[in-house]
Nanobody, 121 residues
Framework: QVQLVESGGGLVQPGGSLRLSCAASGFIFRNYPMMWYRQASEKEREWVATITSSVASYTNYADSVKGRFTISRDNVQSTVDLQMNSLKLEDTAVYYC?????????????WGQGTHVTVSS
């Protein structure tokens, strides 16, 4: 079955960096765009970044993280990473890996369990 397992979260000071990783299995990873979302306490889940499935791996970012975060993928290892630099207090959230896949009952979104990122001095 489809599995997404995030790792790399932790506690970091403002201005610091973290690298999140998501290990995917159960589907042909290289064929699908991958996304990162985040959800801060008492807020709705929000989209952070997308990387396409193409060889060129086009990327797109939420305005709030543009220029600070970088999404990348390794189609051999079936992983998608999120390099987070210049972290701010407002980046504190649970970060989730996400993929949309076709299923017998129609398109379905799959989520990992999330990894906690806390930015605090």
């Amino acid at each position: 079955q489809v599995q997404l397992v995030e790792s790399g979260g932790g506690l970091v000071q403002p201005g610091g960096s973290l690298r999140l990783s998501c290990a995917a299995s159960g589907f042909i990873f290289r064929n699908y765009p991958m996304m990162w979302y985040r959800q801060a306490s008492e807020k709705e889940r929000e989209w952070v970044a997308t990387i396409t499935s193409s060889v060129a791996s086009y990327t797109n970012y939420a305005d709030s993280v543009k220029g600070r975060f970088t999404i990348s993928r390794d189609n051999v290892q079936s992983t998608v990473d999120l390099q987070m630099n210049s972290l701010k207090l407002e980046d504190t959230a649970v970060y989730y890996c996400h993929v949309h896949l076709p299923t017998a009952s129609g398109p379905k979104g799959f989520w990992g369990q999330g990894t906690h990122v806390t930015v605090s001095s």
